[in-house]
């Protein structure tokens, strides 16, 4: 720390202040003391500040189907964050979201193990649980389409959902038709309220949803046959990437053209979406940027500041070659 204050030009109160993540260090400082980080490689002792701090430096983190996109992308964000603080991350997986598994996840994490939590489940049954536990260290939650909060952070999946509509309606669609997340998810409820909002307020009929058992491509692949038996479908929005590919795939075992019949919309931007034949238009949600929210807003309470709200993170529509406006009648 002696040779990073040296360098910088700093005091090592300074460099300490940078590497807590003190908000009260000018931005042209704390960018200096970070430069002198990365050229000394410096790394802080955890050790010796645990002791000093009397903590853990240990976050922990409790997770449900990680194979899902979201939680995945937000616990990489996770782990980069609290690495670049200083903390190591303790994660725990649970199989199922009754009461006394989440509560066990919880106990297993104390205070002698960690310095706040954060939990990547964003379904209600688990939300609905953690309300109803009381905690000894700060607890942040990753709710999908949750309005904003001092202890929950987001992605406004609502308005992601409704610019998705908005597109379709504007190249001269009628309607447009939904392939729906799994019962449960609140990035299903979210996305779903969009789409109604939207359709609602242009005064067109919402088609009946086509609901789905998971988040995988062959759900949207099944979803996908059911609508390439319906007349009229010239746009679907798809709750998820994997479903639109699973449709898309449906689409072309029956001789539906995407996008020359049918627009497919999709929803994350996975990293493949770019590469599906055709390109997929989807909503980029930044999950990582989720991570670092969370881990940001924990570190705050923890160091007993006033709970701020969370502001929620803005999607973005990214159109590529899978919509176009519909078929010409006649």
Known sequence: MVDVARLAGVS????????????????????????????????????????????????????????????SVALFGISEEARTNGYSTRLITIGSLDHSSIRAALRELTSDEVDGVIVLAPLRAAIEVLRGIETDVPVITFEQGSPESTRSVSIDEV????????????????TVWHVQGPEGWMASDARTRGWMLELSAAGRMAPPVVTTADWSAESGYRAG??????????????ANDPFALGVMKAFNEHGIAVPEQVSVVGFDDVAEARYFQPALTTVVLDFEEIGRAAVASI?????GQEPAVIPLIEPTLVVRDSTAPPPARG
């Open 159 to 174: 308005d992601g959902a409704r610019r998705v509509v908005r597109h379709l309606l504007d190249l001269g669609h009628e």
């Open 225 to 238: 046959l059911q609508l390439a038996e319906k007349s009229g479908v010239t746009a679907v929005f798809a």
């Open 12 to 71: 090592q109160q300074t460099v300490s202040r940078v590497v807590n993540g003190a908000s009260n260090v000018a931005p042209d400082i704390r960018e200096r003391v970070q430069l002198a980080i990365e050229q000394l490689s410096y790394r802080r002792n955890t050790a010796a500040a645990a002791l000093a701090s009397n903590r853990t430096m240990n976050l922990g983190v409790v997770s449900y189907a990680l194979s899902v996109h979201g939680p």
């Open 299 to 303: 570190l705050s309470l923890m160091r």
